[in-house]
């Protein structure tokens, strides 16, 4: 992202205010690794989170982790970070758009509409484009979700842990008080 326009193509149809240097092969391969990095990114917060669930609510030691869980999870991320980064370069959806400065997944031109289209010769367009991207798009929706949803339950599992610790803590504590207060009036 931090290249922005530079990887776009120099003959694309939106026109930004930085310099445009790239070809077709060079927004690919800028939409390649961001779609690489957002799924390597919400892969491993969602192991960050279950690492920790098995760390503090399962009591697991780190041996046993690093040994049976860990795998599981960077198996999983290498796997994901690699499939769905090339199953929209396979399909052709890594074009540059009209709203971000850098190549990423979306159909190239977004909408080749009879009202807003102006120039129907750089359109391409073509029949079942729209239920395509649509259907590779809720791949990429339904990953973000779930790894959302695995964190937040994996955090909400983290935040019951403690406040069952929390409250074994008080209920000790009141205890020790009770004590203290019955050795106190002998």
Known sequence: IALGTIMVPSDNIFKFAGPMLGNDTTCKIQGWFI??????????????????????????????????????????????????????????????????CFCSFVPYPESCDEEQWYDWGKCTWEDGDVEKYFKYANVAYFMIIAHFVLIVFGMSIILWTLHKKKQEICDLMDAENETIEQVDRQ
């Open 35 to 100: 779609l690489f990095a957002l799924t390597g990114g919400t892969s491993l917060n969602a192991s960050l989170s279950w690492y920790f669930v098995c760390k503090f609510a399962f009591k697991m030691s780190l041996h046993h982790i690093a040994k049976y869980i860990e795998p599981i999870m960077y198996t999983y991320t290498v796997a994901l970070v690699f499939f769905v980064p090339s199953l929209y370069l396979a399909m052709d959806l890594i074009h540059s758009n009209a709203y971000d």
